[in-house]
């Protein structure tokens, strides 16, 4: 009896599973499964591109069931989005016009976000910009044939200077820059409120923005109905793109971005480098308040600035801060802009969804930023055999 015991004891159960010593593997249950995140140390631009454009892809796809499910039929959307947008000559020219500040503006925010600043203020900045154009042609200053020059430098000027109190309160004090460029926004805003219901109400018409500027105070159009301010824009991006990517600035950007102590520890400027692209995205962000002013509005306006702080960050994220792409996307966020409105001519979709449109997409392409960075490796196959 005792034999008889010992040899049940001994015998397997019907849910073990013999070990296998002949060298091949058996297969371990999913639940039994054990991942490890990790960081990737390099991935093939291919490979980047694809998972990119699988993610816009993916984001695209639900922004046309969005719509389809906001009443817009389906078979429209290819029609609205690329035939009427990019091949009606009319709505082409009003892409181009909605595109010139939204490269600068998305420039000024790949620009600081190189440095590892994040620049929220743009619309502040943008707002100072045109404060300063306006400024010029108010008070009369200069002569007419450099009237318009001085207010280019007076935009750039002041876009610079407005962002240069976050970028010292960030570097001596360590102040987050995220909250001080917020708030300034709203100083800046509240003052805009001030000069056009104020001092700079236009007396004619008596509405809250400023007189009209003169005609050698606008930027000229090209022909063709087409302004110059994408032309400037387009020379911005090219000086941008040289900047960061042929320059000495640029190496130290690519360093500062990596690890700033580690930059500084090899001899990189971090400091001069940091204060350099965050006054440059000032500058930059101030010349698309000067865009929008003397080439859009003809005048300062109350609410010209609203956003596009928003719309230049989500082109320096989707184009991670490269200034060729940049442009690349805001021409395509232009784009969204006006088939937006389009829609709600037509179809009664509101604007919101446009701007729901842009959250969607900027999530999947999060998304996908995850799967470049990162990867699951599979771990503790072994110990559990």
Same mark, same amino acid.
């Given at each position: 009896?005792?034999?008889?015991?010992?040899?049940?004891?001994?015998?397997?159960?019907?849910?073990?599973?013999?070990?296998?010593?002949?060298?091949?593997?058996?297969?371990?249950?999913?639940?039994?499964?054990?991942?490890?995140?990790?960081?990737?140390?390099?991935?093939?631009?291919?490979w980047q591109a694809l998972i990119l454009a699988a993610a816009l892809a993916l984001g695209f796809a639900i922004s046309a069931a969005i719509l389809v499910a906001a009443g817009v039929p389906?078979?429209?959307?290819?029609?609205?989005?690329?035939?009427?947008?990019?091949?009606?000559?009319?709505?082409?020219?009003?892409?181009?016009?909605?595109?010139?500040?939204?490269?600068?503006?998305?420039?000024?925010?790949?620009m600081a976000f190189r440095a590892r600043f994040w620049n929220l203020g743009l619309e502040g900045q943008m707002v100072w910009g045109a404060i300063g154009a306006t400024a010029v042609s108010?008070?009369?200053?200069?002569?007419?044939?450099?009237?318009?020059?001085?207010?280019?430098?007076?935009?750039?000027?002041?876009?610079?200077?407005?962002?240069?109190?976050?970028?010292?309160?960030?570097?001596?004090?360590?102040?987050?820059?995220?909250?001080?460029?917020?708030?300034?926004?709203?100083?800046?805003?509240?003052?805009?409120?001030?000069?056009?219901?104020?001092?700079?109400?236009?007396?004619?018409?008596?509405?809250?923005?400023?007189?009209?500027?003169?005609?050698?105070?606008?930027?000229?159009?090209?022909?063709?109905?087409?302004?110059? $301010?994408? @032309? #400037?824009? %387009?020379?911005? *991006?090219? &000086? !941008?793109?040289?900047? /960061?990517?042929?320059?000495?600035? =640029?190496?130290?950007?690519?360093?500062?971005?990596?690890?700033?102590?580690?930059?500084?520890?090899?001899?990189?400027?971090?400091?001069?480098?940091?204060?350099? $692209?965050? @006054? #440059?995205? %000032?500058?930059? *962000?101030? &010349? !698309?308040?000067?865009? /929008?002013?003397?080439?859009?509005? =003809?005048?300062?306006?109350?609410?010209?600035?609203?956003?596009?702080?928003?719309?230049?960050?989500?082109?320096?994220?989707?184009?991670?801060?490269?200034?060729? $792409?940049?442009?690349?996307?805001?021409?395509?966020?232009?784009?969204?802009?006006?088939?937006?409105?389009?829609?709600?001519?037509?179809?009664?979709?509101?604007?919101?969804?446009?701007?729901?449109?842009?959250?969607?997409?900027?999530?999947?392409?999060?998304?996908?930023?995850?799967?470049?960075?990162h990867r699951l490796r599979r771990v503790g196959g072994e110990a559990a055999q």
């Amino acid at each position: 009896m005792a034999d008889a015991s010992l040899a049940a004891d001994m015998a397997p159960s019907p849910q073990a599973k013999p070990a296998m010593h002949d060298g091949t593997r058996t297969a371990q249950p999913l639940a039994g499964r054990r991942y490890a995140l990790e960081i990737r140390q390099h991935m093939a631009w291919r490979w980047q591109a694809l998972i990119l454009a699988a993610a816009l892809a993916l984001g695209f796809a639900i922004s046309a069931a969005i719509l389809v499910a906001a009443g817009v039929p389906a078979d429209e959307l290819a029609n609205e989005f690329v035939t009427q947008t990019f091949f009606d000559g009319q709505n082409f020219r009003a892409v181009l016009f909605q595109a010139a500040p939204m490269i600068l503006v998305g420039l000024a925010g790949s620009m600081a976000f190189r440095a590892r600043f994040w620049n929220l203020g743009l619309e502040g900045q943008m707002v100072w910009g045109a404060i300063g154009a306006t400024a010029v042609s108010m008070w009369q200053i200069g002569p007419e044939n450099l009237r318009l020059p001085l207010m280019f430098v007076a935009a750039v000027g002041c876009g610079l200077l407005w962002v240069l109190g976050p970028a010292w309160l960030k570097l001596k004090l360590g102040v987050n820059e995220i909250i001080s460029t917020l708030m300034l926004n709203y100083m800046a805003a509240n003052f805009l409120l001030h000069l056009v219901y104020g001092s700079w109400k236009d007396p004619k018409d008596n509405f809250p923005y400023s007189p009209q500027f003169r005609a050698f105070e606008r930027l000229p159009e090209l022909g063709a109905g087409v302004g110059s $301010a994408i @032309l #400037l824009a %387009g020379i911005v *991006a090219l &000086l !941008a793109w040289w900047l /960061v990517g042929v320059s000495r600035v =640029g190496l130290y950007l690519r360093f500062v971005d990596a690890n700033p102590r580690v930059a500084h520890a090899n001899g990189v400027p971090v400091r001069r480098t940091i204060y350099g $692209a965050v @006054l #440059l995205s %000032g500058a930059m *962000a101030g &010349l !698309a308040g000067f865009a /929008v002013a003397a080439g859009q509005e =003809g005048r300062l306006t109350q609410a010209f600035y609203q956003g596009y702080g928003f719309s230049g960050i989500l082109i320096a994220f989707l184009a991670r801060n490269n200034p060729l $792409a940049a442009t690349v996307v805001a021409l395509l966020v232009a784009a969204l802009f006006v088939t937006g409105r389009s829609l709600q001519v037509f179809y009664q979709v509101p604007f919101s969804m446009v701007q729901l449109i842009q959250a969607v997409i900027v999530v999947c392409v999060a998304a996908s930023d995850f799967f470049i960075r990162h990867r699951l490796r599979r771990v503790g196959g072994e110990a559990a055999q």
